[in-house]
């Protein structure tokens, strides 16, 4: 069963990643419907375009777990009204109450929907890193959301975590044991996966996209991003990966699309810099095996030009 339903993911996947597309639930504020990926867990997957007031800066994956004994939400989303819509749909699942909130970063659209969560008095969690970006950096990933969603970003507030945590997190409910882990240097400070050890299952977090291009920030440090895979993520030997970004796939895929993603581009750089190349030129190398990937013509550019400035002093 469980087999049959991550095939039905990968074709779905196939066919319906698109950031051409604008909204696939058009009656919600969530991009799309959540889809039960294996029994218990679901997954509303965001567009892999960027953040916009067409797909409501739903624009990442917001999972919830319902595990007979409450309910586990991963991520609070981009807005108040974001957050409320994925519970609306909670509410259409089941009746058992969300007992506690995952952010999986500090990121606007892992946290900004804390607000409405704070206001159902529904606690909510996250690393101690990604909390003091949050603090440091909320109030402008609030400006930046309402400048951009305008109306849909009404009741958004800057509200930290409640609660952190510097390695693990453990929650027994029901009839899962989930643990919100801390592997090391990622994508941006503060990274989390959650894990179901008995479900081989891990919702990623932006430590592994799919279906689009990911992007390389200021402070991530792609060396400690590529260990970190290697020797925390990929021995979980998950059979089941839900992606930061794109939809629910395996190991092998977010591998494609994430640590080979960051060796190839490496590689281009480092040739580069053997070359004696430039930091102008640096944007020009060819990244063309992954130009396929959605937010391509956005990130790829950037990305090499944040990559030759890193590697420049390794």
Avoid at 221 to 226: E, H, K, P
Avoid at 233 to 261: C, K, S, W
Wanted: charged share 20%; glycine share 8%; net charge negative.
């Amino acid at each position: 069963m469980i087999k049959t339903l991550l095939a039905c993911c990968l074709l779905a996947s196939n066919a319906l990643a698109s950031e051409k597309i604008s909204d696939q639930y058009p009656n919600s504020m969530l991009y799309s419907k959540p889809v039960e990926f294996i029994p218990g867990v679901f997954s509303a997957i965001g567009a892999t375009a960027p953040s916009s007031y067409d797909n409501a800066g739903h624009n990442n994956n917001l999972s919830f777990i319902v595990t007979g004994d409450g309910v586990v939400v991963i991520n609070s989303g981009g807005s108040y009204l974001l957050a409320k819509a994925l519970h609306d749909e909670i509410k259409l699942v089941t009746d058992q109450p969300v007992r506690v909130v995952l952010n999986e970063n500090g990121q606007g659209h892992a946290m900004l929907g804390n607000s409405y969560w704070a206001d159902q008095g529904v606690k909510t969690v996250a690393h101690v890193d990604a909390a003091d970006v949050f603090e440091d950096s909320g109030a402008q990933s609030l400006r930046s959301a309402q400048s951009r969603l305008l109306e849909r970003a009404d009741g958004s507030r800057a509200v930290p975590p409640d609660e952190t945590f510097d390695e693990v997190y453990r929650i027994e409910f029901g009839n899962f044991k989930i643990e919100a882990l801390h592997l090391g240097p990622s994508h941006s400070p503060g990274d989390i996966v959650v894990w179901m050890p008995e479900q081989s299952l891990v919702i990623a977090g932006d430590i592994a996209f799919h279906e689009r291009l990911l992007p390389i920030f200021e402070d991530t440090i792609t060396a400690d991003w590529l260990e970190t895979w290697e020797t925390e993520f990929e021995p979980l030997e998950a059979t089941y990966v839900i992606p930061g970004h794109g939809h629910p796939t395996n190991m092998a895929q977010v591998r494609r699309y994430t640590h080979d993603y960051l060796v190839y581009l490496r590689a281009q750089i480092g040739s580069h810099l053997e070359n004696d190349g430039n930091l102008a030129e640096a944007y020009y190398v060819d990244q063309s095996p992954f130009a396929h990937l959605d937010t391509f013509n956005e990130l790829a550019t950037r990305n090499a030009g944040r990559m030759f400035e890193q590697m420049e002093f390794e």
